[in-house]
C-alpha cells in the first residue's frame, strides 16, 4: 500500500504550511504528497486566503526532491486545458518527473460565484471534462502539431510544447462515485481511478464498476485503484478524541460516517487494510490539521510500515 499525506490547504494554509508538511511527509518516507484544488475555504474563514494548487506544486517541485506530488482534484472548470498542460509539464519538468495530475468535472458552486468562475450545469461540466482529458493527454503524447474540434474547445496546429518528463506522460487519477460516466472516463484515460470518503463496502462498488468499464472499453487491465479517507490517528483514546475535536469531527461520528480511519495506530492499520482487500493500491490520508506535525510523524512511525 502506498500511503500519500493529502491537504485542503484552502481551510487555512499559507506557502510556508504546506512546504513544512511536503517536506516532513518526504522525510518521513511517505509515497506522496498531494493538496486539493480549492479557491474557497470549507466550514472556516480560510484565513490566510487560498494558495493556487499549481504555483504551490511548482514551488514544492523545487525543495523536495523525491516525494511525488500530485491534486487531487483540479477542477477542469479553473482552467483552459491547454494551459494546464503546460503548466504540469512544467511542473513535471521542475521536479524530474514526479507529477501526477488529477482532475475533475468540478462541484464547489460557491466557490465559482465567489471568484467569477463560470459554473455550468453538471452535464456541461463533465463534458468539458471529457474533452479536457482527451486534450491534455493529447498535447503531451502527440508526434508533432495537434489539433482538436469538440463542442466546447477547438486547437489548432498547437506545437504541443512543453513535453512533459515523465514517458508518455504524467499519471492521471480520475476519481468520484458517478455509476456511468466517470467509471468509462477512467477507463478511457486514467492511470488510477479514485474512491474518495466512501466506507470499504461502497469503494469495493465503484472499483468493481471501473473494472467492468474497463473490461468493456477493451483495455488490457483496469487503471490502479486508491481511496481516499480522513486521518485521525492517536497513541491512545484520548489522543484520537483531542485530533477528532481539533477538526470539528467527533470519533463516534467519523466511525459511523464512515469516510476516516480513525483510532489507534493498529486500527488505523486494520481500516487501511480492508481497502487493500477491496483492490486498493494506495492511501490517500486527508490531514487537516497542518500545525499537529505530530500526527503525520506518528502515522510514519506507527502505522505506514505495517503497510508494506
Not at 231 to 259: F, Q
Request: hydrophobic letters at 40%; proline letters at 7%; a negative charge.
Amino acid at each position: 500500500m502506498r500511503v500519500v499525506i493529502f491537504i485542503e490547504p484552502q481551510n487555512g494554509a499559507g506557502y510556508d504550511e504546506q512546504r513544512r508538511v511536503a517536506q516532513l511527509a518526504e522525510e518521513a518516507g511517505f509515497d506522496g504528497f498531494f493538496r486539493s484544488d480549492h479557491y474557497l475555504a470549507m466550514g472556516t474563514d480560510g484565513r490566510p486566503g487560498p494558495t493556487d494548487s499549481w504555483v504551490t506544486l511548482g514551488a514544492l517541485a523545487v525543495q523536495t526532491s523525491r516525494i511525488r506530488l500530485g491534486t487531487l482534484v483540479t477542477s477542469a472548470t479553473f482552467r483552459l486545458p491547454g494551459p494546464l498542460a503546460i503548466s504540469v509539464a512544467q511542473v513535471d519538468a521542475m521536479s524530474h518527473g514526479r507529477v501526477e495530475l488529477g482532475l475533475g468535472s468540478g462541484w464547489f458552486e460557491r466557490e465559482h460565484a465567489a471568484y467569477g468562475i463560470p459554473f455550468p450545469p453538471v452535464g456541461e461540466r463533465f463534458d468539458r471534462f471529457e474533452e479536457q482529458l482527451e486534450i491534455i493527454t493529447g498535447l503531451w503524447t502527440a508526434d508533432g502539431p495537434y489539433s482538436f474540434t469538440g463542442k466546447h474547445y477547438r486547437l489548432s496546429d498547437s506545437p504541443a510544447l512543453p513535453k512533459p518528463v515523465q514517458s508518455p506522460r504524467p499519471p492521471i487519477i480520475v476519481g468520484g462515485g458517478g455509476p456511468k460516466r466517470t467509471p468509462a472516463l477512467a477507463a478511457r484515460y486514467a492511470d488510477e481511478f479514485n474512491a474518495p470518503f466512501v466506507p470499504v463496502a461502497r469503494a469495493a462498488g465503484l472499483f468493481e464498476r471501473v473494472r467492468e468499464a474497463a473490461e468493456a472499453a477493451g483495455r488490457a487491465g483496469p487503471p490502479a485503484l486508491s481511496a481516499a479517507v480522513v486521518l485521525c490517528c492517536g497513541r491512545d483514546d484520548a489522543e484520537v478524541a483531542r485530533r477528532a475535536a481539533a477538526i470539528g469531527r467527533s470519533v463516534e461520528e467519523m466511525r459511523e460516517t464512515g469516510d476516516a480511519v480513525v483510532g489507534t495506530p493498529d486500527q488505523v492499520v486494520e481500516q487501511i487494510s480492508r481497502y487493500a482487500e477491496a483492490g486498493a493500491t494506495r492511501i490517500y490520508l486527508q490531514t487537516l490539521d497542518l500545525h499537529d506535525l505530530h500526527h503525520v510523524e506518528l502515522v510514519a512511525s506507527a502505522v505506514a510500515p505495517q503497510l508494506d
